[in-house]
T-cell receptor, first 114, second 113 residues
Framework: KAGVTQTPRYLIKTRGQQVTLSCSPISGHRSVSWYQQTPGQGLQFLFEYFSETQRNKGNFPGRFSGRQFSNSRSEMNVSTLELGDSALYLC?????????????FGPGTRLTVL | GNSVTQMEGPVTLSEEAFLTINCTYTATGYPSLFWYVQYPGEGLQLLLKATKADDKGSNKGFEATYRKETTSFHLEKGSVQVSDSAVYFCALSDRGGGFKTIFGAGTRLFVKA
């Protein structure tokens, strides 16, 4: 089975621009979660999508948004980029039940904002 | 809210030494607990998990026991190898309402030959 894939792997943007990151989950997985990893704040939960609906949301400003398609692929968008948005963005997929199911992480997209 | 606290690194050990990385948590209810490992330039890999009190998760020689009375989930390995050098994250996830995993700050481990 193919793992979680994220595209692009690396991205450089300038302040004020917007960016869209993509995540393809493992086949059969319906839950997709996004995390931001920075040296200062560590790993922080952004949001989770399940069956095209946002099921959980972390404490990030509205500039961060996401969506999920009927094939479970997910995108996250960051508008009006700030220098502090430079980070590794990780996507994780799972079947459904947090009590029994495992989250599998992709390799991440490294975003640099100049 | 839920939180995870793990020992600060870096931790530097010689090959074949005993490893302990401490992790404590604060949570309402009964979360599932995890240890993830991140090798340089890679994403996270699940190392082991435990879903209820007194469960012991184990994998690749690593072990951790879910201790509800001390709200702890310490990671141990009897004999580390150079290839174990990585960053280790303790994490928890509530049982209900989908996935919202809370991570500790991570502990970097260096193993010297």
């Amino acid at each position: 089975k193919a793992g979680v894939t994220q595209t692009p792997r690396y991205l450089i943007k300038t302040r004020g621009q917007q960016v869209t990151l993509s995540c393809s989950p493992i086949s059969g997985h319906r839950s997709v979660s996004w995390y931001q990893q920075t040296p200062g704040q560590g790993l922080q939960f952004l949001f989770e999508y399940f069956s095209e609906t946002q099921r959980n949301k972390g404490n990030f400003p509205g500039r961060f948004s996401g969506r999920q398609f009927s094939n479970s692929r997910s995108e996250m968008n960051v508008s009006t980029l700030e220098l502090g948005d430079s980070a590794l963005y990780l996507c994780a997929s799972s079947q459904d039940n947090p009590s029994t199911d495992t989250q599998y992480f992709g390799p991440g997209t490294r975003l640099t904002v100049l | 809210g839920n939180s995870v606290t793990q020992m600060e690194g870096p931790v530097t050990l010689s090959e074949e030494a005993f490893l302990t990385i401490n992790c404590t948590y604060t949570a309402t209810g009964y979360p599932s607990l995890f240890w993830y490992v991140q090798y340089p330039g890679e994403g996270l890999q699940l190392l082991l998990k435990a879903t209820k009190a007194d469960d012991k998760g184990s994998n690749k020689g690593f072990e951790a026991t879910y201790r509800k009375e001390t709200t702890s989930f310490h990671l141990e390995k009897g004999s580390v190898q150079v290839s174990d050098s990585a960053v280790y994250f303790c994490a928890l996830s509530d049982r209900g309402g989908g996935f919202k995993t809370i991570f500790g700050a991570g502990t970097r481990l260096f193993v010297k030959a």
